[in-house]
Nanobody
Framework: QVHLVESGGGVVQAGNSLRLSCVGSGRVFSSYGMAWFRQAPGKEREFVAAISSRGATTKYADSVKGRFIISRDNDKDTLYLRMDNLSPNDTAVYYC???????????????????WGQGTLVTVSS
């Protein structure tokens, strides 16, 4: 069983930055691509960013491209999401997630993912 724990959420003003972290355990962290999704109140869960197992390849939603950076430190079994120039539209619960199978880079749909963290809330005030 894979266990994922996110941290780093909080309340920030628009234009500021945050970095989210996700520590994984339960299997070889470096063997699997991973991703971040988010869910705003009253909305469906949406893809934010994905990264390949070694970190060489990344993919972003258009809404965050150029502002967010996904990265990982396999020595620490940790996934990161650096978020810059935040806007109120970025307010959501952010989830770290891992698929059951080893994709080259995980797809941007939640049904491809088996393991989810508990989420960390990011609130951006205007």
């Amino acid at each position: 069983q894979v266990h994922l724990v996110e941290s780093g959420g909080g309340v920030v003003q628009a234009g500021n930055s945050l970095r989210l972290s996700c520590v994984g355990s339960g299997r070889v962290f470096s063997s699997y691509g991973m991703a971040w999704f988010r869910q705003a109140p009253g909305k469906e869960r949406e893809f934010v960013a994905a990264i390949s197992s070694r970190g060489a390849t990344t993919k972003y939603a258009d809404s965050v491209k150029g502002r967010f950076i996904i990265s990982r430190d396999n020595d620490k079994d940790t996934l990161y999401l650096r978020m810059d120039n935040l806007s109120p539209n970025d307010t959501a619960v952010y989830y770290c997630t891992a698929p059951r199978q080893a994709y080259i880079i995980p797809p941007p749909v939640p049904t491809a993912y088996e393991f989810w963290g508990q989420g960390t809330l990011v609130t951006v005030s205007s």
